[in-house]
C-alpha cells in the first residue's frame, strides 16, 4: 500500500497524511492488537480521495481535503495483532481548540485496559461534547457513553473485545463504508466511487470467490467449526492439522481459507484467545503467574511476561495494580 507519511522524529511522532494547516482532521484511534488491514485500508481511502483532488487544486498536500493522524492514548509504539507495530500520537497532544471532524476507533485486545482508564473515557466524552463523531463498534460506544459502568467488572470490558473480534469483518466493513460517505459528502459520489474501486481492485484474491466477498458473508461453516474446535482447546498444545480435521480441509487449504474468511491466520486467532485469557485472569484472580502461563497454554512465566510487555508494555504485577496503556 502506497503510503505518503510523515516520518517521526526520535521515535515519538505519529503517521500523518497531508499537510497540518489543510484538509479535515481525521483521527484513527488504535490499541495494541488492532488489525492493521483495517487501519491501511482506512488511511488509505482518504489519502487516495487526497490524490484525486490533487490535479484540482493545483496546490499539492498544502490543499489536500484530509489530514490524518494515528492516535493511541499514551502514544508511542502500539502493536498490531500480527506484530507489526505503527507509531501514533498521544491523546494529550491534541488539546480541545484543534478537534478532530472524526475518530475511527479500530479496536483490538488493548481495548479492554483502555476502557478502565477514566483519562480515556474523559478525553472521548469531551471528544464528543466538541462535535467530533466517534465511529467504532456499537458495544464500544455504549461503553464510552456510559459513565456509571466505567467502574463494572472486568468480564464486561473483555466481552466487548470478543464480541468485536467475533464480528471483525462486519464491524470493518461498517468503518469504510463510514469513510466512503465522509469522502462523498465532501468531495462527491465521483471520488468515493473511485476510492472505493480502487481499494477492491488492490485488494482482489487470485481465488475465483474474491476475500472481499468471502469477509461480507462471514466464516463458513468449516471454518467456524475449526473456530469453535479452537476455542475449545486453546489452553492445549494446539496442532494445526488438527484444527483442519475439525475444518474437514487439508490444512494447507484451511490455514488459506481461514485468512481469507476472518483477516487473520489460525495461529493468530489461537494467540489472540490466550491472551485474552491471561489479561482476564490476571485480573480476576490471584492465581501465580507460572500457575497462568501453564493454564493458557504459553509454557512458562517469562514468556508470559515477555508477551505481556510485547502488546501492552507493562509487567504482569503491573497490568495487575492498574491498567497501563
Known amino acids: 500500500m502506497p503510503l505518503t507519511a510523515h516520518q517521526p522524529s526520535r521515535g515519538g511522532s505519529a503517521v500523518a497524511f497531508a499537510a497540518r494547516s489543510a484538509g479535515k482532521a481525521i483521527g484513527v484511534v488504535v490499541f495494541n492488537g488492532f488489525s492493521l488491514p483495517e487501519m491501511a485500508r482506512l488511511v488509505e481511502a482518504f489519502q487516495l480521495a487526497n490524490t484525486m483532488s490533487a490535479p484540482h487544486a493545483d496546490a499539492g498536500l498544502q490543499s489536500a481535503p484530509w489530514r490524518v493522524t494515528l492516535l493511541s492514548p499514551s502514544g508511542g509504539r502500539i502493536a498490531s495483532d500480527s506484530s507489526a507495530f505503527v507509531w501514533t500520537e498521544g491523546f494529550d497532544e491534541h488539546v480541545p481548540s484543534s478537534p478532530f471532524d472524526t475518530l475511527f476507533l479500530v479496536e483490538g485486545s488493548g481495548l479492554s485496559a483502555a476502557l478502565r482508564d477514566r483519562r480515556v473515557t474523559h478525553w472521548f466524552t469531551r471528544a464528543e461534547s466538541n462535535g467530533e463523531r466517534l465511529i467504532a463498534s456499537a458495544r464500544s460506544l455504549r461503553w464510552l457513553r456510559a459513565p456509571s459502568r466505567r467502574a463494572a467488572a472486568f468480564e464486561d470490558a473483555h466481552t466487548i473485545h470478543h464480541d468485536a473480534m467475533r464480528h471483525a469483518s462486519r464491524v470493518s466493513e461498517t468503518r469504510f463504508a463510514a469513510a466512503l460517505q465522509l469522502i462523498e459528502a465532501d468531495q462527491g459520489a465521483a471520488i468515493a466511487q473511485r476510492v472505493q474501486r480502487q481499494i477492491a481492485h488492490r485488494t482482489e484474491s487470485p481465488f475465483p470467490v474474491s476475500a472481499d466477498a468471502i469477509a461480507k458473508r462471514g466464516p463458513s461453516e468449516q471454518i467456524q467449526a475449526a473456530m469453535h474446535w479452537l476455542e475449545a482447546h486453546w489452553n492445549e498444545s494446539v496442532a494445526m492439522h488438527e484444527a483442519a480435521d475439525a475444518a474437514a480441509m487439508s490444512e494447507r487449504n484451511f490455514l488459506r481459507r481461514f485468512k481469507i474468511e476472518t483477516g487473520q491466520t489460525p495461529n493468530a486467532f489461537l494467540q489472540r484467545l ?36 510485547s502488546r501492552l508494555g507493562v509487567t504482569p504485577a503491573e497490568y495487575r495494580r492498574a491498567p497501563v496503556l
Request: aromatic share 2%.
Open 274 to 309: 490466550r491472551f485474552d485469557a491471561i489479561c482476564r485472569l490476571l485480573v480476576q484472580t490471584d492465581l501465580p503467574v507460572e500457575h497462568i502461563a501453564r493454564r493458557c497454554g504459553i509454557g512458562n512465566g517469562v514468556r508470559l511476561a515477555r508477551l505481556l510487555r
